[in-house]
């Protein structure tokens, strides 16, 4: 389903630590920006029933099923650089994104978008 790279599990996973409470990582996708499409990252306390369920380098993934097509392939890396870092997603699904890279389309869903 979906691909988190080593960095950035240590990474969400520090991120974890200042959570209060048992949290799992919430990926997903809604629709917003210049493309359609915007990725989600957070922490959630609980799953949903229809919720697909994963575990990846030790962390407790959880996807809602509308997101889960769009997400299929997808890899959710940590970079730093000079300027600090930040998280990079691949999504093999995306057939065209925004300048800035924040939202994206895919050939089976449009999204919603808005004005940049």
Same mark, same amino acid.
């Given at each position: 389903?979906?691909?988190?790279?080593? =960095?950035?599990? +240590?990474?969400? *996973? /520090?991120?974890?630590? +200042?959570? +209060? &409470?048992? /949290?799992?990582?919430? $990926?997903? $996708? *809604?629709? &917003?920006?210049?493309?359609?499409?915007?990725?989600?990252? &957070?922490?959630?306390?609980? =799953?949903?029933?229809?919720? *697909?369920?994963?575990?990846i380098h030790g962390l407790?993934? $959880? $996807?809602?099923? +509308?997101? =889960?097509?769009?997400?299929?392939?997808? /890899?959710?890396?940590? *970079?730093?650089?000079?300027?600090g870092g930040g998280f990079?997603?691949?999504?093999? #699904?995306?057939?065209?994104?925004? &300048?800035?890279?924040?939202?994206?389309?895919?050939? =089976? #869903?449009?999204?919603?978008?808005?004005?940049?």
């Amino acid at each position: 389903m979906i691909t988190i790279t080593e =960095a950035a599990a +240590e990474r969400i *996973k /520090v991120m974890m630590a +200042e959570e +209060e &409470g048992d /949290v799992m990582l919430r $990926v997903g $996708v *809604k629709g &917003g920006g210049c493309s359609g499409l915007s990725y989600g990252m &957070g922490f959630d306390a609980e =799953a949903n029933d229809d919720d *697909k369920q994963f575990t990846i380098h030790g962390l407790n993934v $959880v $996807v809602d099923t +509308e997101s =889960a097509p769009i997400l299929n392939g997808v /890899v959710i890396d940590y *970079k730093e650089n000079m300027m600090g870092g930040g998280f990079t997603i691949d999504n093999p #699904n995306a057939i065209a994104s925004c &300048g800035c890279g924040t939202s994206f389309r895919t050939a =089976a #869903n449009a999204g919603t978008p808005e004005d940049c």
